[in-house]
């Protein structure tokens, strides 16, 4: 009796001996292929792949905007796009500020090149208006007010004021001074704006002829501008 006892102990403990080694191997080989630097299996579910949808987009340089256009980067803005319309009435508000300014000129100024200055100035000037306003008229093409224009229309009132504040030579200085700053702020205008912007050939005509004038103006006003410094150092 005492011999089959000893006989099932021992072989209820060989089976539980067996059991704990073959769960210790087990446990190595799940920790051997949880290793990192080891190769997992790849997932083959489907819905694991993300595909590019209208929100997992990747963003590209130029991508158009709501409408199909290429999305402005920070350029000029269409304040600044000038029609031919509005280049006309830009071009009638400098010839005009400039007959104002030189007719107050011709009454005001000292000095005889100065006061021969501003005569050709009404003339150059009041010229050009007039061609400006029948080209308008030809092409039905009306003079169209903008902010460029009615920009230029309030410096010309400022320098009116200044102009009629000034006396004796201090006039022809500030006259003459300011001439030579308009006409280089014109033929700016002209070469950045107004033809690279202008469409009617004709119209792009008037402003090449308007530079031209524009430029030997310049050119006289820096004369007189020198002449009147040489006298105040004598």
Partial sequence: MKARCVISISLVGAALLSAACNRTRNDREDNVMAAPGR??????????AVSPGPGNQPST???????GNAEPSGGTGAASDLSDAQIFAVADAANAGEVDQATLARLKAHAGSVKTFASGMITDHGAAKKKGRELSKELGIPAQSSAFSAG?????????SDL???????????????QVKEHQQ??????????????APKLKDLLTDMRTTVQKHLDHAQAVLSELGSKSHL
């Fill in 186 to 199: 014109v033929l700016k205008m002209i070469d950045d704006q107004l033809l690279p912007q202008a469409d």
């Fill in 164 to 178: 009629r504040r000034a006396e004796g030579d201090a006039f022809d200085r500030v006259y003459m001074q300011t």
């Fill in 61 to 67: 340089p130029g991508a158009t905007g709501p409408t």
């Fill in 152 to 160: 230029l229309e309030r410096d010309s009132e400022s320098i009116m």
């Fill in 39 to 48: 190769d997992q299996p790849r997932s083959t579910d489907a819905s694991a």
